[in-house]
């Protein structure tokens, strides 16, 4: 049998958070329900930010709520605080996890939520707390963990120690972000290396942006190194608030189509997913980066003949 590789699809929070125009709420429930039929396990469907903050998913409990979603798709809503986590908790039955972030260096963290690393991993703690409490999967994610576009390498002890308060506080999953694009598959194979044998017990994703184009090739690496869980974006929509330009994670199909042709087994219908990145690309307006967009999926009849 293949392997599992789990697939989380952060298009609707990553992608359209950094979407300059406002994306209607129709079209998100809708591309948020193709997303969910594709067959993918796991889907990040809107954060719990201040609408003034990030007002491209000021409608995020609407979309939170309208949705349908198949039982079988964790869905995952992105927390920033305690008041986010008590605004999500209205809508408690339509969300399985929850996404807390914040970033490995002092600079990049400041420049996104204004709070030292410290402030912020003791309000996460008490976030996920009282999120285990409620029955909710904690997911911590951790920005820049490869390089900061402000500092530099991070140490990687640094970040280890960042994941350890965060595992220790209850969250079962572990993301490190390349959140500007500065890995290389060296660096990420080492550091998987590293963090499996540093943090044992804890389900450890990968969340590549594809910045440099370098990020399947990180995927690759990471792979390498045992590595099964990874984040991803529809179209190769995304980035980071901070610094501009700083631009798209991972496209979901191309991901699931390197995967696919290694063997491994994702549970997403590729021709699905490809329906909801044409269906964001038209939405949207503008041609998207995805590859697979513009080639389509590896066709061995077409090239045998
Ligand atoms: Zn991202």
Redesign the pocket.
């Given at each position: 049998m293949a392997e599992r590789v789990l697939i989380r699809e952060?298009g609707p929070r990553?992608g359209f958070q950094n979407e300059p125009e406002i994306i209607p709420t129709a079209d998100k429930v809708r591309l948020v329900e193709m997303l969910a039929r594709t067959g993918l396990k796991r889907l990040e469907v809107t954060s719990f930010v201040r609408a003034d903050v990030i007002p491209q998913l000021a409608d995020g409990p609407e979309v939170l709520g309208t949705a349908e979603i198949p039982d079988d798709v964790s869905v995952t809503v992105l927390i920033p605080n305690e008041k986010g986590l008590e605004n999500a908790l209205e809508l408690r039955d339509k969300f399985d996890e929850v996404n807390l972030f914040l970033s490995a260096s002092e600079s990049h963290n400041r420049a996104n939520v204004n709070r030292s690393v410290e402030e912020s991993l003791s309000g996460l703690e008490r976030v996920v707390s009282r999120a285990r409490e409620e029955g909710l999967r904690c997911e911590g994610v951790i920005s820049v963990s490869f390089g900061c576009p402000y500092e530099g390498k991070v140490p990687q002890e640094r970040v280890f120690d960042i994941a350890a308060r965060l595992a220790a506080a209850g969250c079962g999953e572990i993301a490190f972000?390349d959140?500007t694009g500065m890995a290389n598959p060296l660096q990420v194979r080492e550091f998987f290396g590293a963090a499996f044998e540093r943090l044992g017990g804890v389900e450890l994703t990968a969340?590549f942006?594809n910045t440099r184009g370098q990020g399947l090739a990180n995927v690759l690496a990471a792979l390498d190194s045992g590595v099964r869980s990874f984040e991803s974006s529809f179209g190769e929509l995304?980035g980071?608030p901070v610094p501009k330009g700083a631009t798209g994670?991972i496209a979901t199909e191309d991901l699931v189509s390197m995967l696919h042709e290694m063997g491994f087994d994702t549970g997403i219908d590729l021709e699905k997913l490809l329906d909801a990145s044409r269906a964001v690309r038209d939405v949207l307006g503008r041609p998207l980066t995805s590859h697979l967009l513009t080639a389509g999926p590896v066709d061995w009849h077409e090239q045998s003949r």
């Amino acid at each position: 049998m293949a392997e599992r590789v789990l697939i989380r699809e952060v298009g609707p929070r990553d992608g359209f958070q950094n979407e300059p125009e406002i994306i209607p709420t129709a079209d998100k429930v809708r591309l948020v329900e193709m997303l969910a039929r594709t067959g993918l396990k796991r889907l990040e469907v809107t954060s719990f930010v201040r609408a003034d903050v990030i007002p491209q998913l000021a409608d995020g409990p609407e979309v939170l709520g309208t949705a349908e979603i198949p039982d079988d798709v964790s869905v995952t809503v992105l927390i920033p605080n305690e008041k986010g986590l008590e605004n999500a908790l209205e809508l408690r039955d339509k969300f399985d996890e929850v996404n807390l972030f914040l970033s490995a260096s002092e600079s990049h963290n400041r420049a996104n939520v204004n709070r030292s690393v410290e402030e912020s991993l003791s309000g996460l703690e008490r976030v996920v707390s009282r999120a285990r409490e409620e029955g909710l999967r904690c997911e911590g994610v951790i920005s820049v963990s490869f390089g900061c576009p402000y500092e530099g390498k991070v140490p990687q002890e640094r970040v280890f120690d960042i994941a350890a308060r965060l595992a220790a506080a209850g969250c079962g999953e572990i993301a490190f972000g390349d959140t500007t694009g500065m890995a290389n598959p060296l660096q990420v194979r080492e550091f998987f290396g590293a963090a499996f044998e540093r943090l044992g017990g804890v389900e450890l994703t990968a969340h590549f942006h594809n910045t440099r184009g370098q990020g399947l090739a990180n995927v690759l690496a990471a792979l390498d190194s045992g590595v099964r869980s990874f984040e991803s974006s529809f179209g190769e929509l995304g980035g980071c608030p901070v610094p501009k330009g700083a631009t798209g994670n991972i496209a979901t199909e191309d991901l699931v189509s390197m995967l696919h042709e290694m063997g491994f087994d994702t549970g997403i219908d590729l021709e699905k997913l490809l329906d909801a990145s044409r269906a964001v690309r038209d939405v949207l307006g503008r041609p998207l980066t995805s590859h697979l967009l513009t080639a389509g999926p590896v066709d061995w009849h077409e090239q045998s003949r």
